[in-house]
Every structure is written in C-alpha cells, then in structure tokens.
C-alpha cells in the first residue's frame, strides 16, 4: 500500500507565499506523475498543477506564474510553492499520485493525500 502525507497549509494574508509538500511513502518502484488538486467550498476539484517524473510541469491558468511545483525524486515527494496568494486560492488542497508499484509489472494505482487547508485571508 501506499501513503500520501500533505503538510504546509495554514493561513496568510493576500499576497503571501506558503509551500506544501507531500511525501508518498510505501511499495514505491516510480511514481509517474504527481499532481495537486484543490477543492473550494461548494466548487468541484480542480487540478492546479503535475508534474512527471521527467520533470514535465503544467499548470491551471488561473496559477501560472504564481504556482511553482517541483519533486524530490529521491525522497519520493512533491512540493507547492504558492506565491501571491489571493483569496480565491482558499481551498483544500490534496496531493495526487499515479504510481507503479512493480518493477515487472507495468500497472499503476492513483493515490490521495488527506488533503490540506489553505487560507487566504486579511
């Protein structure tokens, strides 16, 4: 089985920075993608931002040039850094993995994280 464990969420003002992170852990052979979502309340989960194990990145336009998400391959986690947050950021965020268990066995599960809360408030 396999773990997701989200940290860095809280709350900040309008313009702040705060960095998530999640840390997979388990019967890991790769991960092939990592990706963080987030949820507002009474809105369906969007995906903000992936990242592949190649280091490919794309990201929601509504985060562009704000949102940098990066991996530690070799700690199997993944980290947010979220610049000049606004209000409309506030949401749960959860870190989301497809990930490959086997060395001989090309099959892959998707995980999720518990989820963290972001802020953004004065």
């Known amino acids: 089985q396999v773990q997701l464990v989200e940290s860095g969420g809280g709350l900040v003002e309008p313009g702040g920075s705060l960095r998530l992170s999640c840390a997979a852990s388990g019967r890991i052979f790769s991960i092939v993608v990592m990706n963080w979502y987030r949820q507002a309340p009474g809105k369906q989960r969007e995906l903000v931002t992936a990242?592949?194990?190649?280091?490919?990145?794309n990201y929601a336009d509504s985060v562009k040039g704000r949102f940098t998400i990066s991996r530690d391959n070799a700690k199997n986690t993944v980290y947010l850094q979220m610049n000049s947050l606004q209000p409309e950021d506030t949401a749960v965020y959860y870190c989301n993995a497809k990930i490959r268990a086997l060395k001989f066995d090309s099959r892959t599960d998707t995980y999720w994280g518990q989820g963290t809360q972001v802020t953004v408030s004065s």
């Open positions: 990242i592949t194990s190649g280091g490919s990145t």
